[in-house]
């Protein structure tokens, strides 16, 4: 932690200076000091474990109340001792600060105490704390540490209530709000972790949820405060099913289409066990976790983890959770896992960790949980071995504890233990499906690195774990609308704008096959005014945090006001397509068809998530006609089945039976953002493959003329067809770019005249185009909702 927690807090503040105050003389004044950072009442925030890796956002603290001024170099806090409404003026509600960013500059340019100092004694008065604001000076709110006794919630309620006390006062400030400077390492990253993280949103008190659905799982009452606290009403049916059974002490292998609520389906039994031990006593003294998650990413076990801690945000008392994922040092990832009641992690981290430190194995061996999260993409992403690593180390017997005799495997006898085994995913193969379904012989020992194979290695308590299919008849989620437009392969940009178009209050999520469409795709967007964000395998953690934070943010509903399309557009590979849980993502966009039905279901799963609707495009070019045929058919295949429909028809995607001379309007744009960004990526790629060759010639001792150079770089090979395009592009000069860049900038200013009356598509008015032309612009759209 960066900053000496222990505040300097003015010992010389006479009392009698402080009820002066209070008394209300100074209260009318609207005057400014300059106030030593020390002296400023901060409160600790709240990072949620998500954030881990976001180096130095650790003890982050905030302020409200305080002006920032800059001087020169020189950064000050200015703070009043009277909140007001005078324009201009720092209120409490539209001034927050968070220290430790804030001081990552002030420590370039940091006001001397001493100046500062003198500055207060210049205005005669000492600061005197946010007099107004109550709460923090006489209930100051404390923060919540994990795993501790939280507050009675009466008492909590108290809180948020004295917090809203000086609600007059914020309306003033919204009226009178003027840009607060937010001078920050990374003011995007910090905005966004603050207005996005899902922490239970601290929103006005609501009527209490009625749970009297719930009653049939026979869950605690403290369990179903937590369930009102999230305000769900009722189980989803995979939570209805596979919460008795695992309550109830099974193995449980739970099938059920993305966002239906697997999470709690394992979730809520799991905190419910630690609620019965926990009041046992059994948690007390040297305790060992109950549960540990394996999850196939590192973005996903912080999800899980953060779901989790939400559900026991209603609880008075809970578990400790941890997640053990890279980008934490070690060290105290084992402090830690000493603490943790439940663990999530990734396989490689979790096994680098807990392999290490026997105390710490030993403890983690006791657990009564083991779930097996996504575990078809566990074994995809080549993590099998560590999650097998672990499972045997789980196993091992230690001394005192007796083998399983009765175990029919050719190994060593493995060891009796006493944990359930869970195992959740959207998709199963077929085949196993119905080997669970008890459709076919329960031989669990399918070729190394299947997902049966790795059932085999679970070590299931049961010899037949209940298999709980949520969804045999359609792998998709109910409100999901699946569309399909067909178009050449060189016109996908083109239909993409179009479709985007569609959507532009809504989140949109446009996966790609290829981390260089991905490159080319996101400033193509850009260009056209649509707010486009990349995220791909290739980009450091931290930008990936924070493309996934920035795509999470609300829109803006005042930035950017020559473009009214505000709502984000995530650019993605299939890292975003497992498990993650973005709310309002209304739309997936399939740029390149799925290489599987797999990644289909799970890419399409990021919309219709829980109760809410979506919509899921595949724009497909002429070549992959038969491969998404096939995609549908394998997707569809058991709804088919259901409906007696043949496998020639769609199955419940529809065709989108798009206007292509509407469409063709958009040409001229998409023409010149394309090449704009081509040319771009072009130079980009050229001025690298330079100074690559350059280094390379000068470690080599050798050098270069110009035409040697050029020779170099015009090699001819394989792939010589692209190279020569992009040497093209290289040479296309500054001012031509320039002008391409003003013709877009004009374009996109002017109507489009589709030649349909005073129907218009441009970049301004989407408004009116949802309202004149949605319809006739995509033709044929009925049922799916665009
Ligand atoms: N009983 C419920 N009622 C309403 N919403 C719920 C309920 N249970 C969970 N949810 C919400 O549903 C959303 C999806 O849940 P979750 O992420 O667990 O889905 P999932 O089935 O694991 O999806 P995926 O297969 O894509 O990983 C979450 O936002 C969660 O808060």
Request: hydrophobic share 35%.
């Amino acid at each position: 932690m960066a900053f000496d927690k222990k505040r300097k807090h003015s010992g010389e503040q006479p009392q009698a200076k402080r009820s002066q105050s209070k008394a209300g003389t100074k209260r009318q004044k609207t005057d400014k000091r300059v106030v030593p950072v020390d002296e400023l009442p901060w409160q600790t925030v709240e990072v949620p474990e998500m954030f881990d890796d976001a180096e130095g956002f650790y003890g982050l603290e905030e302020i409200q109340g305080v002006e920032v001024v800059r001087e020169g170099d020189v950064v000050k806090f200015v703070s009043s001792n009277h909140y007001t409404s005078a324009p201009g003026f720092c209120n409490p509600y539209t001034c927050k600060i968070q220290r430790k960013s804030y001081l990552c500059l002030s420590q370039v340019a940091a006001v001397p105490k001493g100046k500062a100092d003198k500055k207060d004694e210049d205005d005669g008065e000492e600061f005197e704390g946010f007099d107004d604001t109550p709460e923090m000076e006489s209930t100051p709110v404390e923060t919540k540490a994990k795993g501790q006794k939280k507050e009675p919630k009466a008492k909590k309620k108290e809180v948020k209530e004295s917090k809203k006390e000086p609600k007059d006062g914020k309306k003033d400030a919204k009226e009178h709000k003027k840009p607060v400077p937010q001078p920050t390492e990374d003011p995007e990253l910090v905005s966004n972790l603050f207005t996005s993280i899902d922490t239970l949103p601290d929103v006005e008190p609501e009527e209490d949820v009625d749970t009297s659905e719930w009653a049939p799982l026979e869950l605690s009452s403290d369990m179903l405060a937590a369930i009102g606290n999230l305000r769900f009403s009722k189980p989803t049916p995979i939570q209805a099913r596979a919460i008795p059974e695992i309550i109830d002490g099974h193995d449980v292998i739970g099938k059920a289409s993305t966002g239906s609520g697997k999470t709690l389906a394992f979730g809520i039994p799991i905190v419910e066990s630690w609620l019965a031990k926990r009041a046992e006593g059994k948690q007390d003294g040297k305790k060992h976790p109950v549960a540990m998650i394996l999850s196939p990413t590192r973005e996903l076990a912080h999800q899980i983890s953060d779901h989790l801690k939400k559900l026991c945000d209603g609880l008075t008392d809970s578990p400790y959770i941890c997640s053990v994922t890279g980008g934490l040092a070690i060290q105290k990832q084992l402090r830690q896992l000493e603490k943790a009641d439940i663990i999530i992690g990734t396989p490689g981290r979790l096994w680098e960790v807990i392999s290490t430190e026997t105390s710490i194995m030993n403890s983690i061996r006791a657990i009564d949980f083991l779930v097996v999260d996504e575990a078809d993409r566990l074994l995809k992403d080549g993590q099998f071995k560590e999650a097998e690593d672990i499972i045997k180390a789980l196993d091992r017997t230690r001394p005192g504890e007796e083998a399983d005799e009765d175990s029919d495997s050719d190994e060593e006898p493995i060891p009796k233990h006493h944990r359930q085994t869970l195992v959740f995913s959207a998709t199963f193969n077929k085949a196993l499906q119905q080997k669970l379904a008890g459709k076919a012989r329960f031989n669990l020992m399918g070729e190394a690195e299947s997902l049966e194979h790795l059932l085999k290695k679970l070590n299931f308590r049961e010899a037949k774990p209940k298999f709980i299919d949520a969804n045999p008849v359609s792998q998709m989620a109910d409100r999901l609308k699946e569309g399909l437009i067909h178009c050449g392969d060189l016109e996908k940009d083109l239909y993409l704008y179009a479709v985007l178009l569609l959507q532009p209050t809504r989140r949109a999520l446009v996966f790609t096959n290829a981390i260089n469409t991905v490159r080319r795709l996101t400033p193509f967007l850009q260009n056209l005014n649509l707010p486009a964000i990349s995220l791909h395998s290739d980009m450091e953690q931290k930008a990936r945090l924070r493309s996934l934070e920035k795509f999470k943010a609300d829109p803006p509903t005042n930035a950017n006001p020559g473009s009214s399309i505000q709502a984000p557009i995530l650019v993605a590979t299939d890292v975003a397509a497992r498990g993650l849980d973005i709310p309002n993502v209304d739309l997936v966009i399939h740029y390149h068809v799925p290489r599987s039905a797999d990644d289909y279901v799970h890419r399409s799963g990021r919309t219709a998530r829980a109760t809410q609707s979506g919509v899921s495009i595949m724009l497909c070019g002429p070549k992959e006609d038969i491969p998404t045929q096939r995609l549908i058919a394998k997707v569809h295949a058991s709804a088919a089945a259901a409906s007696g429909k043949s496998k020639k028809d769609l199955l419940g995607v529809q065709t989108i039976d798009i206007d292509r001379r509407l469409v063709s309007h958009l040409k001229p744009r998409v023409t010149l953002s394309k090449k704009i960004t081509e040319t771009t990526i072009a130079k980009e790629k050229g001025a690298k493959e330079d100074d690559w060759l350059k280094n390379a010639a000068e470690e080599l001792g050798i050098e270069l003329d110009e035409d040697e150079f050029e020779k170099v770089g015009s090699w001819k090979g394989k792939g010589s067809g692209k190279k020569q395009k992009e040497r093209e592009a290289r040479e296309v000069g500054k001012q031509e770019v320039q002008k391409w860049r003003w013709e877009l900038k004009e374009l996109l200013k002017k109507r489009v005249n589709t030649g349909v009356s005073e129907k218009y598509l441009n970049g301004v008015d989407v408004e009116g185009l949802l309202r004149g032309v949605r319809s006739e612009f995509l033709g044929q759209v009925e049922g799916l909702g665009l």
